[in-house]
């Protein structure tokens, strides 16, 4: 079911592909993906009874078209020799394992996310080391999880260059269809996130009572609002959906948290499809 293509193995856990047809202008070939997927499930993943076998090749099947269609959407910012880097199939091989596993409960399109972005020409190594651990930590999370990173990340982290009412709107309304599944998170889940290394919990407790509090202080110099409450009348009038995201980061207690550098990771990998297509991990993580 993976195609006829052959692999040699040159490394541990790399293979040096010969593809059933040439690796594409645009990237590389779901062929090429299907058969180091399928090197990596056969020689990587324990043996299984029948019926399971086949749930799970059909989960990597998928995983697979998955990444395809995801490298050659990026394929103007991909390195498309690093597909047979040792470092880069190794982080495959956790990829394909957790898929093989969990099906998409193991968070496919975020693990995607983070290999494309593996894959990318210009990444530092400090970069490269933390998409690999993001691989191995995201499919041990919920996607409520990572929309909690997603919250925390789009409100405490993010920024735009020129504060106005139509370009925070702007900015929430690409985030908020991936934040809202994070924003009821139960303590429980949050310290499982910590004990993941995805976040940690600040010393001080910086909640406000009145979620407009932060933005406010940050923000009020770009606004004619003297007072709280005239920023707030403009927030609501001016960008309802900036007001939304205020209100569900206040909701969920995102700025008693900081992101680790794997939580960053990861929610740039879900926050990625909304924003254009794309995020620059390295204004976060350089």
């Known amino acids: 079911m993976f195609g006829k293509s052959q692999g040699q193995v040159v490394a541990a856990n790399s293979t040096a592909l010969q593809a059933a ?3 594409n202008v645009h990237g590389l070939s779901l062929a090429d993906v299907e058969t180091a997927f399928k090197f990596f499930f056969e020689n990587n993943f324990p043996r299984l009874q029948e019926e399971a076998r086949i749930q799970a090749e059909k989960y990597v099947r998928q995983f697979a078209e998955t990444l395809a269609r995801d490298l050659d959407s990026s394929a103007q910012n991909v390195l498309i020799a690093k597909f047979g880097d040792p470092d880069v199939q190794a982080a495959m091989v956790d990829a394909v394992n957790a898929c093989a596993r969990k099906g998409s ?6 693990l995607s ?16 080391i933390v998409l690999s651990e993001a691989v191995t930590v995201v499919p041990k999370l919920t996607g409520e999880q990572i929309g909690f990173l997603a919250l925390v990340h789009s409100r405490n982290n993010v920024r735009v260059e020129v504060p106005t009412w139509n370009s925070l709107q702007t900015l929430a309304m690409m985030a908020l269809p991936t934040v809202r599944l994070g924003a009821k998170l139960g303590e429980s889940q949050k310290l499982h996130l910590i004990y993941a290394g995805a976040m940690s919990r600040k010393p001080i407790r910086l909640h406000a009572d009145d ?7 940050e923000l009020r110099s770009h606004f004619a609002a003297a007072e709280l409450k005239d920023f707030k009348s403009q927030a609501l009038s001016e960008a309802p959906a900036y007001c939304e995201l205020m209100g569900l980061w206040h909701e969920a207690a995102g700025s008693d ?16 499809p909304g924003f254009k297509g794309s995020m620059d991990y390295s204004i976060w993580l350089n």
Do not use: K, W
Request: charged share 10%; hydrophobic share 55%.
């Open 113 to 128: 996310g983070l290999i494309v972005q593996r894959m990318a020409a210009a990444n530092s190594s400090f970069l490269d």
């Open 21 to 23: 047809r040439d690796i």
């Open 257 to 272: 948290f900081d992101l680790t550098s794997v939580g960053i990771a990861i929610a740039c990998a879900v926050l990625a």
């Open 211 to 217: 979620p407009f509090a932060a933005p406010y202080s």
């Open 105 to 110: 409960a193991a968070n496919t399109n975020v």
